[in-house]
């Protein structure tokens, strides 16, 4: 499950960046475009992989 990650709504309003079956989120951020970009970022790392977004 390393090659994908998911970009999702915390409760306290912000943004998280999470690996799929993960507790505790790889990035949190103020705004779904931060959010975006982390997980853009990861992608590039490591050189492809899938994100998803769940608003």
């Known amino acids: ?17 999470r690996a799929p079956g993960a507790h505790n989120p790889v990035s949190q951020h103020a ?6 970009r982390a997980a853009g970022e990861w992608r590039q790392r490591v050189g492809g992989g899938k994100i998803s977004i769940f608003l």
Do not use: F, I
């Open 1 to 17: 499950m390393g090659d994908k990650r998911l970009v999702v709504k915390n409760r306290a309003g912000g943004w998280d960046v």
């Open 31 to 36: 705004t779904l475009e931060e959010a975006e």
